[in-house]
């Protein structure tokens, strides 16, 4: 029953964002290009016509042709087929990492803001610890040393990705910690965690949302540098990969453009459309940058 | 200098201090939760005679509890003794003293140029809010932002096989022998420009917009409005006004995000073999050279630090209400 009302709650919370969203057209076409790479990664076996393990040994490094849309590489694999099932994994690292991140910002941030003093203090200086130790170089040398299954590169990347999140949130909590209907649940004795989670978490959720669509495009970002650096699963098929492999194999610096164009057009464009969904919302919530 | 800067002062130290310690803390132990005998990873080298390996493990205290360990590797830090390079069987400190500096060269000139090139976009795009030149600008830079460095450093590398025709790897040419201090100067700028261009341009894109959004909250203010109101000159207005109260929330943005830098330039010199810590990471990973990898790792971490802690001492003193609270 609880749960069939907080689900209903929860589409109606939807439906009343998607009513003041669907007039930020940047932000409308960020969220078109998102589902594009969704549907793209779904149809995947439907939409390439080979496998993406197939290999041709009579087509090297060809450049895109009417059999090979986006060119063979030099082991002779379709590369258009490669790049769409390549929009899975970065799609999956950039949700569960972003995810992972949300869920620890958010928690830290709640619980920092709301209780204050040296518990504060000291999750802060942690905070502010992880924002200025650059993660990338946290993220490639873990990575390194944990081993390179898909699960632990996502895993490093959420861990560490947390902290814009915690703060963010934090600075929420401190001003709506002392609304007065906040001191009025206090005094009628509800308990801290009550307070948190069911009276000042349902005000976040805005600066959530937006900092969930923020930390995808990191994530996304962080895992093509990874992949690229040779960090992580380089036999996960992935757009980061299909770079390694352009950059690494020489193909690149003998001029094999369809190689290495392709799936950095696809990174951009899906970061992008995290980038603009994020902005959309922050200026939604942030009325100091909505356009007057 | 009133006491309340110094107090100010002190604390910052002390942050710095702790967040150097916590940094050689995670260094130590990130490197000793690894399965595996730590004289292997640390040593892999097979070149090692046994007589070596046990002067090594005596040096480090392998044969100790972890935490002596734990503080013989701190006075071996604060010694400059990071350990050996298993690939290039050198000390780890001097195989890194010559990169560092060959990323600095690099990553100095561009970072002062993405803030200078940031600045002024970013300044324009916030005086005319909501233009077609503002939106122009701000996708100009979100699309900059969302750039993989790596894959913008290879268009570079493509555009110059195909039309520029420069030189796309390393900072001299190989073996190259110069008449004049001109042909070698020529020759370094030859190289120099692409990976120079390709990082600026991603840090321009994140400073771009750090800067928009500082100066739209600065020209929101109240005494901006009184200075429009009373008819001040646009310059004016953007110079003594706006400018001047930007100017503190950027350096410390900045300073937070300079772990964006040390990324970017990771990610530009592999692509540009350019040879300062950011190629030695990529091919310590490669190579699997761990103490190369922890040496590096240090050494960013502790820069960063230190420029962060630069930064707020900085702001502390253009701050009126730091400087005199």
Known sequence: ?292 | MSSRYSRYVVRRFLGAIIAVFAILTINFFIFRILPGNPIELLFRNPRLTDEQIRALEAQFGLDKPLIDQYFIYLINVFQGNLGLSFFYRQPVTSVLMPRMINSLILVLPSTLAAIALGIVAGLISAWRRGSKTDVSILLIGMSLYSLPTFWLGGIFILLSIYYLHLPVSGMLTYGAVYSSWTDLLIDFLRHFILPFITLTLVMFGEFMIIMRNTLIDVLTEDYVTVAIAKGLSQTKILRDYALRNAMLPTISIIAINLGLVVAGAVLTETVFSWPGVGRLIYDAILNRDYPILQGAFLFITISVVIANLIADLLYGLLDPRVRYG
């Open chain 1, 1 to 292: 029953m609880i749960l069939g009302s907080s689900v209903k709650k929860f589409f109606k919370d939807i439906r009343e964002l998607w009513i003041i969203y669907k007039n930020n057209r940047l932000g409308v076409a960020g969220l078109f290009i998102v589902l594009f790479f969704i549907t793209i990664a779904l149809l995947a076996p439907f939409i390439s016509r080979y496998s993406p393990e197939q290999t041709d040994p009579s087509a090297y490094l060809e450049p895109p042709s009417f059999q090979h849309w986006f060119g063979t590489n030099e082991v002779g694999q379709d590369l258009f087929s490669l790049n769409v099932y390549g929009a899975r994994i970065s799609l999956l690292v950039g949700f569960s990492a972003a995810l992972i991140a949300v869920f620890i910002g958010s928690l830290i941030g709640l619980v920092s803001g709301y209780y204050g003093g040296l518990l504060d203090e000291i999750l802060m200086r942690i905070t502010d610890f992880f924002l200025v130790v650059p993660p990338i170089i946290l993220m490639i040398i873990i990575g390194s040393i944990l081993g390179s299954s898909l699960m632990n590169v996502i895993i490093v990347i959420g861990i560490l990705s947390w902290s814009p999140t915690a703060r963010v949130v934090r600075s929420m909590v401190l001003s709506i910690k002392e609304w007065p209907y906040v001191e009025a649940i206090k005094a009628l004795g509800g308990s801290d965690k009550r307070i948190i989670f069911r009276h000042i978490l349902p005000n976040t959720t805005s600066v959530i949302y937006a900092n969930m669509a923020l930390s995808a495009s990191n994530a996304i970002f962080s895992h093509a540098a990874m992949v690229f650096l040779g960090v992580g699963d380089v036999n996960d098929l992935s757009w980061g990969m299909i770079l390694h492999y352009a950059f690494a194999s020489g193909a690149l610096s003998s001029g094999c453009w369809w190689y290495f164009v392709p799936p950095g057009i696809f990174i951009v464009l899906l970061i992008f459309g995290f980038v603009l969904i994020g902005f959309s919302l922050e200026e939604l919530f942030n009325p100091k940058l909505r356009k007057i």
